[in-house]
DNA sequence: GGTCTATTCAAGTGATACTTTGAATAGCCG
DNA sequence: CGGCTATTCAAAGTATCACTTGAATAGACC
């Protein structure tokens, strides 16, 4: 073959959009990102490590396309370059929970015993919302709450849920998401309800998945802001 | 965060996914095998390595659970774990093709000028098929199509098609498809059919979108083997 | 100018990735 | 069993890359 030069440097193109989602911390950067833009301070503090190394691999995602920027003021705010990349990121997470044995060990280490944190799926949501059955928690932070979450809602962030809880009715059962389905806030939400003596649920996946789903979704802070 | 070693290790197993797909002879494999089965011969050839050094790659992929493996007397085939492995290649393909700048370049590279390659879609194409008014070619090798094809589609090995193209109806339109959408199978076709004066397109996509899209397929030697 | 945020740079650290070679293994065939 | 084939394994060679840190710089705002 005369073009094998030409082959492998496509394919060495192709690859090299894997290779950029090949480390811990961009894929949770990238994790992070698919609930909605975030300042560079922001995201290093997310994922716990320095302003200069979380520039790096921001800037590692963006060269090869995956992120792209806005500057208000003095800060930059990143972005996934499309709705795509977050599908990719959900394509790469399902295969890897799929065929990566240790993940069931992992996630069980991250997110703690998972017995007592019922799950639902989304088309029982989707039933139960509509027919008003459901008392639906947003447990992520406020900010992203208000870029976008599963219609009809209320934002409770973790921190506001102990305060809150006894607000919530008895008689109707609870249900709690966040950003995915290997966050921790809604399982620790579920955990601090149920200790209280409520039904409490765990949607099984989050926000981004959702929406992806076509599922109904609102933007902005119309539900009353718990604070 | 108590557990940030847990979450950076979930992560890490989340990207390591990723990383197996980073390399460029790598995401080739991934691409032959989303055709069906291969031996580690065959595959070595396919992408211009040594065996030592594809079964090197193989035992890569296979090590993240991306591939599996099957005995037959002194072959061992391999084949993707999963329908969803294929799928997380195309996503990154499409992510790639989409987002990062030079594969627009080095996709012309290697399939060559696309003027003169006029492409069809998916869907136009299956209205075509059903309502008779097209041939349909399978132009990859035999196996391949043995493997799974597109409902009513016929076999032409790129091999055989000079020899076969004269006995081929001037008075419909040909459709040809291969691999995938950068594949140079159907375009290497499309331009010989052209010359001889048919009229000739190329399907936008290859056989496993095809069938990802739950659009009708068959498998077997059905059709007349072409030969 | 002073402050804040983000980027860049230089440097250290450590390791990893890919390929080739030659030998070893496992199954087939006569 | 002995010879054959296909694949794997181990080791070595090669090259280079990846990640992190701390300090310097640049740009925006007040």
Request: proline share 14%; hydrophobic share 15%.
């Given at each position: 073959m005369a073009d094998r030069k030409a082959k492998d440097a496509l394919f060495g193109a192709f690859a090299s959009v894997a290779k950029a989602l090949g480390n811990g911390h961009r894929a949770e950067i990238v994790d992070v990102l698919a609930q909605g833009e975030r300042s560079v301070e922001n995201l290093a503090d997310e994922i716990s490590q320095s302003v200069a190394n979380t520039s790096h691999h921001l800037h590692v995602l963006a060269d090869v396309g995956l992120l792209q920027t806005r500057r208000s003021g003095t800060r930059v705010y990143y972005r996934l370059a499309s709705e795509r990349v977050g599908e990719l990121w959900g394509a790469l997470r399902d295969v890897a929970v799929e065929h990566v044995a240790e993940i069931e060990v992992l996630a069980e280490g991250y997110l703690?015993?998972?017995?007592?944190v019922e799950q639902i799926s989304a088309e029982e949501l989707a039933a139960r919302v509509a027919k008003g059955r459901v008392v639906l928690?947003?447990?992520?932070?406020f900010d992203e709450y208000a870029a976008g979450h599963i219609a009809g809602a209320r934002s409770t962030p973790l921190n506001d849920l102990p305060r809150l809880a006894a607000s919530l009715p008895r008689s109707r059962e609870i249900v709690a998401y966040c950003r995915?389905?290997?966050?921790v806030y809604a399982d620790d939400a579920v955990r601090l309800l149920r200790k209280r003596g409520l039904r409490a649920r765990r949607l099984d996946i989050g926000y981004p998945e959702w929406s992806r789903a076509n599922l109904p979704t609102e933007a902005g802070p119309q539900v009353v802001r718990s604070s």
């Open positions: 703690g015993d998972r017995d007592g928690l947003d447990v992520r932070p995915g389905p290997y966050c």
